[in-house]
């Protein structure tokens, strides 16, 4: 595991739900939006959102990372680029 990912999943640790925005880059965020709150889990290198949305958490994807916000960048299948804003 990389540092970033490691302090990723210790500021996950014992959380069940956190607040996130997730936008496609270039398409969607026009201004600060409010987190929704949505469930999580992980599993193996992959933060699971509401038990059916993976999103990967190798130090290569963390845009950044601080006490109470985090950003994974990441292409899904479509090659759209998809940000995930998570707000603890």
């Known amino acids: ?8 999943v ?3 640790a014992g959380k069940n ?15 600060e939006r409010v987190p929704s709150r949505v469930a999580i889990k992980q ?10 949305i993976p999103v990967p958490m190798g130090d290569q994807y ?4 601080d006490d109470n916000r985090a950003e994974i960048v990441f292409i899904d299948p479509d ?9 603890f």
């Open 10 to 12: 210790e500021m996950l």
């Open 79 to 87: 090659n759209q680029v998809v940000h995930i804003e998570i707000h």
């Open 1 to 8: 595991m990389g540092a970033k990912k490691d302090r990723l």
């Open 17 to 31: 739900e956190i607040g996130v925005c997730i936008y496609i880059e270039g398409v969607t965020k026009t201004t």
């Open 62 to 65: 963390i845009t950044a990372l």
């Open 43 to 52: 599993k193996n290198d992959l933060l699971i959102l509401n038990n059916m």
